[in-house]
């Protein structure tokens, strides 16, 4: 895949963001950002399937991009993930893949059809688990930066309590 294919790519998968955005009645800035993260999303995975990588893992690497920035984005603007993070995926769902497999299941074709469908379902589960990890992580960073003492305060001895401690 040149360059420029790889930019084509990136394009598409904004226009197709940004008019899921917009169905979902996103705000304009909001509409944009969704938009950037679809493209990110699915030039990553693009760039992992040209590389000659494994297609789950170039959907993990796109789904986890465009849920960490989703993440970032929410607390940089006070706003839900989901705002960025429904649009910034939209590319990445393997709507093909279920096509083909019921396609062939219609036709007859079993062997295609699970071929296809395991496809699929391996695409969607590579995208959950992006999007959980990433979360996850968001998550936990978040709480440790709420949790890190301020200016002039002090820090505790024991920053963990354990159930024994907690009734002495």
Partial sequence: M?????????????????????????????IILGAVLGAAGWVIYAAFKAGGGAEALGY????????????????????PATVY????????VP???IFYMMRAVVKGEFP??????YGALTAAV???????????TARIITAAVKRRPHKGEKIPDHPVYFPDDIGN
Avoid at 69 to 75: K, P
Avoid at 85 to 92: A, E, Q, S
Avoid at 126 to 136: E, K, M, P, T, V
């Fill in 2 to 30: 040149t360059m420029i294919q790889l930019a084509a790519a990136g394009l598409w998968s904004f226009g197709a963001s940004a008019c899921c955005a917009v169905c979902f009645n996103a705000e304009k800035k909001d």
């Fill in 95 to 97: 709507g093909g893949g």
């Fill in 126 to 136: 590579a995208i959950a688990l992006g999007i959980a990890i990433a979360s996850s």
């Fill in 60 to 79: 993990f690497a796109g789904a986890f991009a465009a849920a960490g920035f989703s993440e970032f984005l929410a607390v940089l603007l006070h706003r």
């Fill in 112 to 117: 295609e059809a699970l071929s296809a469908g």
């Fill in 85 to 92: 993070l429904v649009p910034g995926i939209i590319p990445l």
